[in-house]
């Protein structure tokens, strides 16, 4: 969604969603009045993104004059404003160098299915069963890497002004931290299954009889109880 930019960081954290669908559906003939199918579909997405707010990513393109600072310096430091002020923030370095949000998204839906004809009983008679599970959830791991830059702008008689990172050492770019990856309560799961006896007839070309006999039970768990 965003262009590649490389700051030797080793993460890229620009806007980014990919999905991966798939499906697919089985009929298994076990006998010449029995049919199994087993119907399987699903998606697993990620989608990567910096964590900062809406304001310093996009209110900064529309406020900052074009000579105000220099996005990014050669050296690799990143310029900023003489003031304070979201507005005016540098979005290339919240693009690119302040962390890293991923949100992981896993969906599985199985749905298994039972037909048998029940003519040998009685003709028109059929047995139905079905069950269905669903489940999904949402994982995510973040980068911390927040005000861990050189940052660096020109006076108005051209003279270098720098501001160093929020450590111990300065002058010292330390190493992101990886979180751990967090599931939480984004999860779900939906059980379903019914059974179904069906009687569909005709008698003298004439005459239609039908029934139908159906049981159905449903469960949905969510978050810590799942």
Same mark, same amino acid.
């Given at each position: ?16 969603? @990919?999905?991966?669908?798939?499906? +697919?559906?089985?009929?298994?003939? /076990? ?5 199994? +199918? ?7 997405? @990620? ?29 690799? +430091?990143?310029? $900023?404003?003489? %003031? ?27 749905? *298994? ?12 008679? %059929? $047995?139905?069963?079905? *069950? ?23 006076? /108005? ?14 002058? %010292? ?29 005709? *008698?003298?070309?004439?005459?239609? %009889?039908?029934?139908?006999?159906? *049981? @159905?039970?449903? @469960?949905?768990?969510?978050? +810590?109880? $799942?």
């Amino acid at each position: 969604m965003t262009k590649d930019f490389d700051t030797g960081k080793g993460y890229n954290s620009k806007l980014s969603y @990919k999905r991966l669908n798939y499906r +697919s559906n089985l009929d298994f003939y /076990l006998t010449r009045s029995t049919r199994f +199918s087993v119907n399987l579909s699903g998606s697993y997405s @990620k989608r990567t993104g910096s964590p900062a707010d809406d304001i310093r990513l996009y209110l900064s393109l529309y406020n900052i004059a074009p000579d105000l600072y220099y996005p990014r310096y050669s050296d690799g +430091s990143y310029g $900023f404003a003489p %003031v304070t002020d979201q507005g005016l923030s540098n979005s290339l370095y919240y693009y690119t160098s302040a962390g890293m949000n991923t949100v992981h998204g896993f969906r599985l839906n199985t749905d *298994f299915a039972l037909e048998q004809k029940l003519d040998f009983i009685t003709k028109g008679l %059929v $047995f139905n069963g079905r *069950f269905t599970m669903d489940n999904n959830m949402t994982g995510t791991q973040n980068i911390k890497d927040d005000n861990n830059i050189v940052q660096k702008r020109y006076t /108005l008689d051209g003279v270098e002004e720098f501001r160093y990172p929020d450590n111990t050492y300065h002058y %010292v770019i330390e190493p992101w931290i990886l979180g751990n990856f967090d599931v939480g309560g984004n999860k779900n799961r939906r059980l379903e299954y019914q059974m179904t006896l069906n009687y569909n007839r005709t *008698f003298a070309s004439n005459h239609n %009889v039908s029934g139908l006999l159906l *049981f @159905k039970r449903q @469960k949905y768990t969510a978050g +810590s109880n $799942f």
